[in-house]
């Protein structure tokens, strides 16, 4: 029987920790792998609609360019009223400047990659079509023919 | 002169961990996850030249999809011209584009050859025509876009399994463009003009 009793003080062993440190950059390496840092500020209030099975994931961020629309946000509101507005890279601007931004965009990418370059419409549910139509329209002049409509997948059904 | 050994004193390591961990925390921070979605399309070419040309198309090969600015949405093509609701526009886009019975008022099918598979009969001539007024909300269109984008590949997937024996995603790139060939999208957008708006 008194094989088993512990007798009297019995010190708790202390967990080695040398580890912990390689555990942790392991995790950190993997975030540092897929971050990519957030390049734009987002002015405009968007909710992108959702859709099923159709939505497909894009893959290859660096081909797509991201256009917004949407009422600008609370902070922006007295400056540029609650009316839907475009925003393209930091600042909001007219339809007008779309055909600047997809040449400079274009500019920015790879030779061979320029002919698969698409455009995401980041769209509020809100907004009217009239905005939109008047982007496509830009978007057709300036030959920037592949289009996203960005939306999110619903949750399954 | 020491005694001959030293022993070299270990370093403290006990704070690499919490130094990884700020590391970690800010990357955690700053990263964004969200993998960007969407429903892709195609805009047609921008020609400045061309004038509205009066292009020749059956009225049985055409299929009008209207969502005006109370953001009803009306269809009308051989058999059908009411409003409907999103729910019913996939199945009678599927009707329309496929044509199982062979209606008479709904496209005609014709011997259409497809590389590197050869002569399908399949309704190629058909045109959904997709219309819609300056104030009709966008989320309805992009219902009415995404409805329409699901019956042309719930109708892909019942051929590709028909004639392949597989689903649609499994086949390889050659056999997917082929199914396309078949049924391929031909939702075309009209230009802008106000529909029903006081002028």
Redesign the interface.
Known sequence: MSKFRSNGKREMPELN??S??DL??T??FF??M?????DVEVKVQVK??T????????ER?SL?SHIYIGPPSKQYRAIYGAAPRIQLNDYFAEPEAIREFVISERESMYEKDKPFM?M??K????????I???V??E???A?A?????????EKKD | MGKGKRKVPGLN??S??DI??I??IF??V????D????????????DPDAVEQEMKIKERNVMTVQ?NKNNEIFVKNGVINRVIEVSELKDIAKEFIANPDDNVNLPIHEEYDIEGYGVVFTTVKHVISLQ????????V???V??EL??AY?ELRDAWARKTFGKHFVDLDETQQSVVKGVYSNKISEAE?KQYGTAQ
């Open positions: 920790t040398s912990l440190p942790i950059f995790v950190l975030f540092m897929v971050t990519s840092m957030r992108t609609p859709g099923g099975s159709e939505i497909e994931k894009l961020k797509v698409k995401s419409l769209i509020d549910q809100g907004v009217q079509m009239g939109v139509t008047d496509k329209q978007l057709r002049k030959r023919l592949n289009i996203v409509y960005s939306a999110g997948k | 390591q006990s690499t961990a990884s961990f590391l970690l990357f955690l700053t990263t964004s996850m993998t960007d979605s969407g429903l892709s399309r195609r805009l047609p070419e921008w969502v819609t007024d300056r104030t009709t909300n966008y989320e269109y992009f219902q876009q995404h984008s699901k590949s802008p």
